[in-house]
């Protein structure tokens, strides 16, 4: 299949599938394949973030989130707005794992006519919700969502809302944020990617976040910290959430940007580009060695 040969089984999504952890590690480490597959046939895109959140998207899609890829529209399905829509490869890539849409549909990233643009567009792609755009308007539309089903239709079904650390600069956030505490939304979480890179620097040295954690406790949120790339401390987060009464939940997942790859881990400047040929050869190499180390097995 080219270039973009799928690396591992399609593994279909179940309601009642129970993944181990093995599995899981095993699904993030494929996404991430997928990812620089994806940005390589693009030629543009974003590298960093993605790789760092596909563990939590990992979770999100094959443990926590209560969906239905064969029935996107599902009434009682929890609903997943991605405010930091420019690590859309990894929503991507954990759809088309999950079996929203073909694995080779992967490789229309960002071209014309696609629907796998740069920014996820809710009319395009059954299964997003939200179409994204500017960073910080992802928490209101997500608060929104969760106070209609809490107090206007009565419905148990839950909202998780993923954002960046560099749009805790932006002052919606902020508004997003007392309203959910005042509203007690306990069946909004929010996810944030504590990766301290933006696309012109660290986060800490352009507009330092700390004490982030007070920050949101002050307006009447549980918040739990985790590493970002342990899916048993993701998975156990979300339920730890779930079981909050009175408050939304914010967990600060602390992860590496670009993880996986050597040469883009923690640097900034891989942001918002994608790998050259040579460089995604690299990466590739590097994560499959990875996937030998979860599973044993060389592919």
């Not at 919700?129 to 419905?155: C, F, H, N, R």
């Not at 079981?243 to 602390?254: D, G, L, N, R, S």
Request: proline share 5%.
């Amino acid at each position: 299949m080219g270039r973009f040969g799928i690396i591992g089984e399609l593994i279909p999504f179940m309601a009642k599938k129970q993944y181990s952890l093995q599995e899981l590690d095993k699904i993030a480490n494929e996404i991430r394949q997928d990812i620089i597959r994806m940005l390589l046939e693009a030629g543009s895109g974003h590298s960093a973030g993605p790789l760092g959140m596909a563990d939590v998207f990992t979770a999100l899609y094959f443990a926590v989130m209560n969906h239905d890829p064969k029935n996107p529209d599902w009434e009682e399905r929890d609903r997943l707005i991605l405010s930091n829509g420019h690590i859309c490869p990894v929503r991507y890539a954990a759809m088309a794992r999950a079996g929203y849409f073909p694995l080779e549909e992967l490789k229309t990233l960002r071209k014309f006519g696609s629907r796998l643009q740069g920014h996820p567009e809710r009319k395009k792609l059954p299964g997003v919700e939200t179409t994204s755009g500017p960073l910080g308007s992802g928490l209101s539309q997500a608060a929104g969502m969760a106070y209609v089903a809490k107090y206007i239709d009565k419905k148990n079904w839950r909202v998780f809302c993923a954002m960046s650390d560099g749009e805790q600069e932006a002052g919606q956030t902020w508004e997003a944020a007392m309203f959910a505490g005042k509203n007690k939304l306990n069946n909004l979480t929010g996810i944030i990617d504590r990766n301290n890179i933006q696309i012109d620097g660290y986060v800490e040295d352009i507009m330092p976040l700390e004490p982030l954690r007070a920050k949101y406790e002050a307006f009447n949120w549980n918040v739990i910290e985790i590493d970002g790339h342990n899916i048993e401390e993701i998975i156990d987060a979300c339920s730890q959430a779930k079981a909050t009464q009175e408050k939304p939940t914010c967990i600060i997942a602390h992860t590496i940007p670009g993880k996986g790859v050597s040469f883009m881990e923690n640097k900034f400047e891989w942001h918002g580009k994608p790998p050259k040929p040579e460089e995604a050869k690299t990466a590739l190499r590097e994560l499959r060695a990875i996937g030998v180390k979860i599973t044993g097995i060389r592919e």
